[in-house]
C-alpha cells in the first residue's frame, strides 16, 4: 500500500466519518484511479469508522503544514 498526495486527495472530500466499505464505495463512485480503491482495500479492518484521511494515512498535509498567512490575502 502506497499513498501520494494525488492519490489521497481523491478522499479529501469524502463523507467522514466513513468506514473501510464506505470510502471504497465512495472511491469507485467518484471515479478514483484504481490505485485509490486498491489501498482502501489492503487497510485492516476493524470495524472502526475513519474520521478523516489523516487516520488512513498520517502523512497528509493539513492547512497548518501551509507557510502562508490567509490574513496577508
Known amino acids: 500500500m502506497y499513498w501520494t498526495l494525488e492519490l ?12 473501510k466499505d464506505e470510502l471504497i464505495d465512495y472511491a469507485i463512485r467518484t471515479g478514483a484511479p484504481l490505485e485509490v480503491v486498491e489501498n482502501l482495500q489492503d487497510i485492516e479492518d476493524e470495524g472502526e469508522a ?16 501551509y507557510l502562508w498567512n490567509e490574513d496577508e490575502y
Request: hydrophobic share 35%; net charge negative.
Open 50 to 65: 475513519y474520521d478523516s484521511i489523516i487516520e488512513i494515512w498520517p502523512d497528509y498535509p493539513s492547512e497548518e503544514d
Open 8 to 19: 489521497a486527495s481523491y478522499l479529501a472530500d469524502a463523507p467522514w466519518p466513513a468506514t
